[in-house]
């Protein structure tokens, strides 16, 4: 079989990272009347190019159909609205905005962070691809066009707009099937002075902590700082600042600037973090493919915590349906049969089923009926705040099973 190419460099794709077997899409959650229909699976295999060092994913399917109805509102959760909130006060400052600046974000949703921008008076436009989503924004004052950015986006923005001086972009990388357009397409649109920020989970972290179900179709790129700085640079962007972020199970917000524009030189945190990486051996492929190990190891051990459970008759249910659950519960096999229903308060995917394994997914009541002996929580990354919700559960005894970094009971 011919190998697959680089989606940035072109380079032959030869390293594999992880293989989680075949999958459906994990945002396609099942609706009743749709449990006997023919539901498509698609390979998650993760590479790593040896020539930019880009972790990815082939893209089978189409960004149209992942963006277009997508299901997921920022605004859902107030820890991320207070992120937004705080990001806006920190750079509004430190780039010195006002009324006179042009601020824009890509992929800017129901306009969860614009909306900050608004408030203080600073001009600012979202680009959001799903126009139910961008109707939200519109509702609370956010001007946002529906469109996929990308070069051609990039280009009309600027002749009828005008250059950027911030573009923000948070978790859209990831996202992005045809990387060299969109980050073209921000370099284009950047003034000459102008900032751009991305966010983005940090790949060290996923390997780190194992977050190997942060892996689904709809992230095609998994970013090390190394690779980041090797793909803005090729698109006249350089990488001057970076911080660590507590969001997503660890992610990077980096800063870039036109190439040209010499007068802010590239931070000691740049230079620290990157001396980390190649430590860690990023820029060996060695670290790579250590990884499918310690992934195989956590499923046999979550499936023998669930099976001796089962085997000793209690009862098992989950706690949320975010996409990652879906990557966690195809991999392992885990069904009804092991992980009775879950419950999630979006009332979106109450009622449906899970993609794939068609566990049933119910409103957060149920769970109480029910009185589980153990409750698995597939959003481990708010673990904290989804205990203390269920501080109640351990007056009948119950307790959880946190499935990453390695499966454990608490
Ligand atoms: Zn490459």
């Known amino acids: 079989m011919k190998p697959d190419r680089c989606r940035h460099c072109s380079a032959d794709l030869t390293d594999s990272v992880v293989n989680l077997g075949m999958s459906p899409l994990c945002e396609s959650y099942v609706p009743a009347d749709k449990l006997d229909s023919m539901e498509p699976f698609y390979p998650l295999h993760v590479s790593v190019c040896r020539k930019c060092l880009l972790v990815q994913l082939n893209q089978y399917v189409s960004a149209d159909h992942i963006f277009s109805e997508y299901a997921y509102f920022s605004s859902f959760s107030s820890a991320w609205l207070k992120h937004a909130e705080d990001y806006v006060a920190a750079v509004s400052s430190r780039l010195g905005l006002g009324p006179k600046s042009f601020v824009v974000e890509l992929a800017s949703n129901d306009g969860y962070l614009l909306q900050y921008f608004v408030q203080r008076g600073i001009p600012c436009l979202g680009v959001e691809p799903a126009a139910n989503v961008a109707d939200v924004a519109r509702k609370k004052g956010v001007e946002t066009e529906v469109a996929f950015f990308g070069r051609e986006t990039a280009r009309d923005l600027r002749q009828r707009r005008g250059p950027a001086d911030l573009i923000i972009g948070n978790n859209v990388l990831a996202q992005v099937p045809d990387i060299n357009s969109f980050v073209d397409g921000v370099a284009a649109l950047l ?8 966010e983005f989970p940090h790949l060290m972290k996923l390997f780190e902590e194992n977050q190997f179900d942060t892996i689904y179709h709809e ?3 998994y970013f090390s700082l190394l690779s980041a700085e090797t793909i803005f640079a090729a698109h006249g962007l350089t990488l001057f600042d970076v911080e660590e972020l507590w969001t997503h199970g660890g992610s990077l917000r980096v800063y870039l600037r036109p190439s040209a524009d010499a007068s802010r030189p590239v931070s000691d945190r740049v230079r620290s973090l990157r001396a980390r990486e190649e430590q860690d051996g990023y820029r060996d492929m060695a670290v790579y493919a250590r990884f499918e190990q310690q992934v195989r190891s956590t499923k046999r051990k979550l499936l023998s915590l669930l099976i ?15 996409g990652k659950g879906n990557t966690l519960l195809n991999y392992c096999g885990i069904r009804e049969d092991l992980l009775e229903f879950t419950v999630d308060r979006n009332p979106y995917k109450q009622g449906k089923f899970l993609p794939g394994t068609h566990i049933p ?20 990354n708010f673990k904290d705040e989804i205990m203390k919700q269920l501080a109640h559960t351990r007056d009948w005894g119950a307790r959880f099973i946190v499935p990453i970094p390695e499966a454990t009971v608490v």
């Open 191 to 198: 003034g000459p002075s102008g900032t751009a920020t991305f």
């Open 219 to 221: 992230h095609f790129s």
């Open 308 to 322: 001796d459970a089962k085997n000793q008759g209690k009862k098992v249910v989950g706690y949320g349906a975010p």
């Open 361 to 380: 997914i119910h409103a957060p009541e149920r769970l109480d009926q029910a009185r589980p002996d153990y409750v698995l929580i597939l959003p481990w």
